[in-house]
Antibody, heavy 120, light 107 residues
Framework: EVQLLESGGGLVQPGGSLRLSCEAS????????MTWVRQAPGKGLEWVSA????????FYADSVKGRFTISRDSFKNTLYLQMNSLRAEDTALYYC?????????????WGQGTLVTVSS | DIQMTQSPSTLSASVGDRVTITCRAS??????LAWSQQKPGKAPKLLIS???TLESGVPSRFSGSGSGTEFTLTISSLQPDDFATYYC?????????FGQGTKLESK
């Protein structure tokens, strides 16, 4: 059974940093693209970042480019999102999602999310 | 960059109704479109991939169609469990964005 468990969220001041983790199980992690999607309170889904199965290709939404870094560790079966220079508008529930192939970026399976709150 | 436009943003319907949600892409995405359902307080769930392929376990009253720039999600006979918010996502090319969502509510 595919399982995705996000962690690392919390309250951070504007300008601060956080690193989110997504621990994966139930599938061969290195074989699948992974994605981060966020949802601000009461709003829709916003695609944030994606990484290929090998980790050689990474993609970012314009809203986070230059501030966020996606990475993965296939030995630990874990996806990461390093978030720097955080802003109030980054406040959201952050989901990780598994793709359907090593370079196919649709969100097939979702974790339950980790909440990031940026506030002074 | 590609834009995804979903309509309507809100849809009021009754149990038993046939409902259709539309998703339009600003450029061709071939058939690389997914539909997901989200209920309040829950993570989204994938219903349909590649525009028309029903995921395992998804009821057959859900169907998807379209290619290129125009796509539809149809629920043939609305059930009480179907009241939720629906999102399309394109995964043809970067950025792999979602539509704005359609909230399906009870009339």
């Amino acid at each position: 059974e595919v399982q995705l468990l996000e962690s690392g969220g919390g309250l951070v001041q504007p300008g601060g940093s956080l690193r989110l983790s997504c621990e994966a199980s139930g599938f061969i992690f290195r074989d699948y693209a992974m994605t981060w999607v966020r949802q601000a309170p009461g709003k829709g889904l916003e695609w944030v970042s994606a990484i290929s199965g090998s980790g050689t290709e990474t993609f970012y939404a314009d809203s986070v480019k230059g501030r966020f870094t996606i990475s993965r560790d296939s030995f630990k079966n874990t996806l990461y999102l390093q978030m720097n220079s955080l802003r109030a508008e980054d406040t959201a529930l952050y989901y990780c999602a598994k793709g359907s192939y090593h370079n196919s970026y649709e969100a097939v399976y979702w974790g339950q999310g980790t909440l990031v709150t940026v506030s002074s | 960059d590609i834009q995804m436009t979903q309509s309507p943003s809100t849809l009021s319907a009754s149990v038993g109704d046939r409902v259709t949600i539309t998703c339009r892409a600003s450029q061709s995405i071939k058939s690389w479109l997914a539909w997901s359902q989200q209920k309040p307080g829950k993570a989204p769930k994938l219903l349909i991939s590649k525009a028309s392929t029903l995921e395992s376990g998804v009821p057959s009253r859900f169907s998807g169609s379209g290619s290129g720039t125009e796509f539809t999600l149809t629920i043939s006979s609305l059930q009480p469990d179907d009241f939720a918010t629906y999102y399309c996502q394109q995964y043809n090319s970067y950025p792999y964005i979602f539509g704005q969502g359609t909230k399906l509510e009870s009339k």
